[in-house]
């Protein structure tokens, strides 16, 4: 699928939902020989549509990522109890938590697919479920190559069954939401390199590999169990063409000084995430109830506060188990090494 896109380096630029993913970023990628993708999620169509027309005044490779709608109802009463457990710690803060009603949206997904379709690019991933059989076909129709992230053999072949062109296989040790389609179910510790040999036995399509790479060596071990290149994210949290906030980058440089590890956790969002351990995940994580994206929004206020005040401790530090290979290095050179 690279080569057919004039893509040369097998390391890409995954996107990331929240800001790090910037057209800058995407841009950047291309300059290397690779490929970067913006991130839909979070943002409005008119927002996604700007970021698109800004990498297309440089370049015409690049990605969009999208979330594929596939919620998770939240139980009224135990988002109503977190809320309150919230309400008691996050005072401080000044949100209004109790005021905040659940919302269960799609992250406006229609929206999103009608602009990929009237202003088609090159290639779209999906993440957190699969969408419509038709959306895919129509998508492809514009000649756009659609991606499906997955986490297991069963998921790949729900994806290859709704026609996608290729899949990108997500390792446990990923930063960020896992892409499950099932996150009311703790997810599996997966070693990255045994599911895509498992994925690349049982299904016939390109592979991309994500979650944990951090160095050349790791991007070697994914193209020998069967990946055609890797998806990398948590290393580019810190170059300077990353729009990681202030606040998360000093979360991030306290946890390389610190060492401390990342956990998955739904206390952010109500779905499992892999993030730096922090006080918020610390009184948190046990309390929070399943439910995306109702508890996403139920916090979002909480950790803007918070990041607005540079307090790391209690935003989510979305990181993968090798975040601390990141440098503050241009995104080009961070690819270039990792392909070397």
């Known amino acids: 699928m690279l080569q057919?896109?004039?893509?040369?380096?097998?390391?890409?630029?995954?996107?990331m939902a929240g800001g790090p993913?910037?057209?800058?970023?995407?841009?950047a990628a291309r300059q290397a020989g690779g490929l970067g993708f913006l991130a839909a999620g979070y943002k409005?169509?008119?927002?996604?549509?700007?970021?698109?027309?800004?990498?297309?005044?440089?370049?015409?490779?690049f990605g969009v990522?999208?979330?594929?709608?596939?919620?998770?109802?939240?139980?009224?009463?135990?988002?109503?109890?977190?809320?309150?457990?919230?309400?008691?710690?996050?005072?401080p803060l000044g949100v209004d938590v109790l005021g905040?009603?659940?919302?269960?949206?799609?992250?406006?997904w229609e929206a999103k697919l009608q602009l990929l379709l009237d202003d088609p690019v090159p290639v779209v991933s999906l993440t957190?479920?699969?969408?419509?059989?038709?959306?895919?076909?129509?998508?492809?129709?514009?000649?756009?190559?659609?991606l499906q992230t997955v986490t297991s053999l069963d998921e790949a072949r729900q994806a290859a069954a709704a026609g996608v062109d290729g899949l990108v296989v997500q390792g446990s040790a990923a930063g960020g939401h896992s892409a499950t389609f099932t996150p009311r179910f703790a997810s599996a510790e997966t070693v990255l390199t045994e599911v895509v040999r498992e994925i690349r036995a049982g299904v016939e399509l390109p592979l991309w590999a994500a979650g944990g790479i951090a160095a050349a060596g790791d991007v070697r071990a994914a193209l020998d169990a069967g990946a055609e290149?890797?998806?990398?994210?948590?290393?580019?949290?810190?170059s300077p063409e990353s729009g990681t906030s202030a606040t998360t980058r000093a979360g991030i440089a306290h946890g390389i000084e610190h060492g401390l590890e990342t956990t998955v956790t739904r206390a952010f969002s109500g779905r499992p995430a892999r993030g730096i351990r922090n006080e918020f995940i610390e009184w948190?994580?046990?309390?929070?109830?399943?439910?995306?994206?109702?508890?996403?929004?139920l916090t979002s206020p909480l950790r803007k506060a918070a990041a607005d005040r540079g307090l790391f401790e209690h935003v989510n530090l979305w990181a993968g188990t090798g975040y601390a290979a990141g440098t503050e290095e241009t995104a080009a050179d961070v690819l270039r090494r990792l392909a070397r």
């Open 100 to 108: 905040i009603l659940p919302r269960e949206d799609d992250d406006a």
């Open 284 to 297: 948190f994580d046990a309390e929070a109830p399943v439910g995306y994206p109702a508890v996403h929004h």
């Open 4 to 15: 057919d896109l004039g893509v040369t380096l097998p390391v890409v630029a995954a996107p």
């Open 128 to 146: 957190f479920g699969l969408p419509p059989e038709a959306a895919i076909e129509q998508l492809r129709e514009k000649g756009t190559v659609v």
């Open 229 to 238: 290149a890797v998806a990398v994210g948590s290393v580019l949290l810190r």
């Open 21 to 27: 993913s910037t057209p800058e970023l995407v841009v």
């Open 44 to 61: 409005t169509a008119d927002q996604l549509a700007a970021q698109v027309a800004a990498v297309r005044q440089e370049t015409d490779v």
């Open 65 to 91: 990522n999208v979330f594929a709608p596939n919620p998770e109802p939240v139980v009224r009463a135990e988002y109503a109890d977190y809320a309150r457990k919230l309400a008691d710690i996050m005072s």
